[in-house]
DNA sequence: AGAGTAAACTTAACACCGTTAAGTTAGTGA
DNA sequence: TCACTAACTTAACGGTGTTAAGTTTACTCT
């Protein structure tokens, strides 16, 4: 009796398949310049059949972020669990985050870029066990660890997250958004945000 | 042989009446909600006559926007030329821009937060006489006048400002995407992505 | 005054888009 | 073998930005 399991790998290696057209295509040419039928060409079925798997493309989009962003959560799992300062533990996640998100200018885009549909955000995308909100929680842990270690003044932990994020979302999607605007560096802009940010705080 | 100035005159008024009308309707539903079909209708003419007074829709958004933030600028003018300490009307003007965008998000958004096609922002946006750059300049400017003052440690004036820059603009876009996040509180996020910025500078 | 012309505007169409209703095919279970 | 179901496609709907061609309008010049 495992025709029925045969044709559940089946069929979601289908699913998978159209998730890796999608993303590709997306990384390439941007959200809004793929077509559901250039999907469908791609991977050589009709445009409708993606509706069976998809409910329609903003869940193909909201997948392929999800898979992306699992990456992020791991990248930056690794740099908190290694040992040493706190602060410049804190300040390389900071960094990681604004890295990965140049590396991924479509999917950052797309998740932290385009405006929410009301109760779309609430419901879905900040949800704890959502990649964004993982990745969001290792800010707050970071942040947690430098006030034990006595390296920060007290402070709401919460509020300073958000500041924090405010500040590297900043930076990482005005360089995805101008990147002809003319930067004293591009490198040099992103370290300076860091360290003004996590000085700020220090303060 | 006012002939053709009274020609001119009301070639400017019907070219007037499509930004007007083009404007409302982008600030109530967003630029890709809105069609030329229906800029038309509110105007009573038909789709293709529009493309007689702009090349096509993104420069209609490029002149809205254009007239959104030249208010930006005067209003930042009118911060920047009242007495007082300078850093405190460093922080006003940085207020007032975050404030700026969150009550004009989409023009905010079609302004600064989608990516410019290549070459297209070098040579339109960062002009030194566009109103985004205006704006930009009285961030060095106040950076200056503190410098000036003796009130901060002698910098690159021109990183801090861009630094300050992704500062703001990092918090005004994800309150305008994010709206559902739980925020500690959006005044509070606001007063302390300012508030640590500064300090950072000032350390 | 009447012919010619240029500007202003519209009609009709092209090539796309996301999405859905209806239809076809293939393979399973009784 | 026959009914049924899952997988997939065809054809269509109502929309989009944009353009080529055609029409109306109004003014200039003889």
Redesign the interface.
Known sequence: MGVKERKARQKKFLRQEILDAASELFVRD?Y?NVSMRRIADKIEYSPTTIYLYFKDKSELLEQVCKETFGRLVQRLSKIMEQPGDPVERLKRGLLAYVQFGLEN?HHY?AT?????P?????KK??QDDSPGMQAFAFLTRGLGDCLKAGKMPAM?V???A??L???????T??L?????????GRE??IH??V?????????
């Open positions: 941007g809004e200018p885009r932290f870029m385009m405006v929410l009301e109760g779309f955000g609430g995308m900040h709401n919460e509020l300073a958000q500041t994020w405010a500040g590297v979302h900043g930076i999607s005005l995805i958004t101008h990147h002809d605007f003319p930067w004293v040099k802009v300076s945000t360290d003004t940010l996590v000085a700020g705080l220090e303060a």
